[in-house]
């Protein structure tokens, strides 16, 4: 008698703009070129707040999402549970995953975690489509616990950033691709989770900057990352530029680097005169990347072409990793290399999925850490009961997140089918 692979999942899905529901549905049989999975953990990004705010506008989205709802969460780890037929020589049950959702077609914008019924990092279990395993972007993870799994998407879009940095070869008009060795680094708005990942790669990388400035206007946050970031190698300088004119921020970075400007320039901010001041920032041959994604299609600011002609000043911009640089993310941070725990400041079930989503400016913070098998309400690290079952394990470890508070999760809160 023929196994049935059939079973039901629980999931996040959008039906439109911000419309979010968590509900109950039935997995089709898995085909024999796809893999069924359980999600053990999804870190959300602002790129999902986007979605939800977007809907059907959204480019990654179909067209009739009322009639086609899309799992979301894109940043997940799990376990493989069956593998179908064409896969068996190179995946198994049992192993650990993660995945590249960044699929790079030219054919098609759909992604998981905007665009499939059946995967994305909200849900108990999903089919991941034959297209994800050909792109090779499911990829083994051997860390330590499954959130480390989840934040290698979004360090795979800082090392993509990084990689997508170029410098003249000197006398040539070839590149040398990466951020300049020993230069001057400047991170704008950088205190998000993904500025935080920036400086942690920044300064554990093989090709390090001399200086990284980061700015922010929120002095508890910057106190904070220069806690977790401390360097022996690299100079790491923390900027308050709070209701600082634009006159006055340039004025101040500048002389944080002796007026030599900057090499790499990452606007992790999508403000155009904030944008225009980073382009005024660059030395000869320094490079802006715009990492933060505009929300404004008609987004703009101001470059001076002068010294793009005379003084070789660049622009670049990235959205998102590829499947190499997941693969490198995973390498990393299975390796402890970097400790990926120091951007996550809550934890949800997820029950408090939708919520959270549609809120994360409000929130604040950093990343938000869901455990979608999971039914409980979202918890701030900062405010956990010093006293209780958690707040004693998050004491052992700094008050950071770490594989015993997952395991402490995973065996503590009520499962989200209860």
Not at 78 to 106: H, T
Not at 201 to 206: D, L
Request: charged content about 25%.
């Amino acid at each position: 008698m023929k196994e049935s692979l059939n079973m039901k999942s629980t999931g996040l899905r959008i039906y439109g703009k911000e419309d979010l529901r968590i509900e109950e549905f039935e997995l089709p049989e898995i085909k024999e070129d796809e893999i069924l999975a359980t999600v053990v953990s999804d870190t959300m990004c602002m790129s999902s707040w986007k979605l939800a705010k977007e809907g059907e506008n959204h480019k990654k989205t179909p067209d009739d999402l009322k009639n086609n709802p899309a799992l979301i969460g894109h940043e997940f780890a799990g376990k493989i549970l069956k593998v179908g037929k064409k896969w068996q020589d190179k995946f198994s049950a049992g192993e650990d995953y993660v995945v590249q959702p960044n699929l790079a077609r030219d054919d098609t914008p759909f992604v998981p975690g905007y665009s499939y019924p059946y995967i994305g990092g909200d849900a108990t279990v999903i089919i991941i489509p034959n297209e994800v395993m050909e792109l090779n972007c499911l990829i083994p993870f051997n860390g330590k616990a499954y959130y480390e799994g989840s934040l290698c998407e979004p360090l795979s879009c800082v090392i993509a950033a990084f990689d997508a940095q170029f410098h003249l070869i000197p006398h040539t008009y070839n590149h040398e691709m990466g951020i300049k060795k020993n230069g001057n680094l400047l991170l704008l708005g950088g205190t998000g989770p993904m500025g935080l990942l920036a400086i942690d790669y920044a300064i554990h990388s093989n090709v390090k900057p001399k200086v990284v400035v980061v700015t922010d206007i929120n002095q508890e946050k910057l106190d904070r990352a220069e806690k977790l970031y401390p360097s022996d190698e690299v100079k790491m300088l923390f900027i308050n530029v709070n209701n600082l004119s634009i006159e006055k921020q340039k004025e101040l970075l500048l002389s944080a680097v002796d007026n030599e400007g900057y090499d790499d320039v990452f606007s992790m901010i999508s403000v155009a005169p904030i944008v225009t001041l980073a382009g005024e920032l660059l030395r000869a041959d320094g490079c802006l990347n715009q990492f933060a994604g505009p929300v404004n299609k008609d987004f703009k600011a101001t470059l001076n072409f002068y010294d793009v002609h005379y003084n070789f000043t660049h622009v670049t911009g990235t959205s998102g990793g590829n499947a190499e640089n997941e693969a490198k993310a995973a390498e990393i941070i299975a390796s402890g290399k970097l400790n990926v725990a120091k951007v996550i400041t809550h934890v949800l079930g997820l029950n408090a999925a939708a919520e959270t989503t549609l809120n994360q400016p409000e929130i604040g913070g950093g990343k938000k850490l869901t455990y979608p098998t999971k039914k409980f309400e979202r918890i701030e690290l900062a405010n956990v009961d010093p006293t209780s079952g958690l707040g004693k394990v998050l004491a052992k470890h700094d008050g950071l997140w770490s594989p015993e508070a997952e395991q402490w999760i995973l065996e503590n809160e009520p499962d989200i089918t209860a």
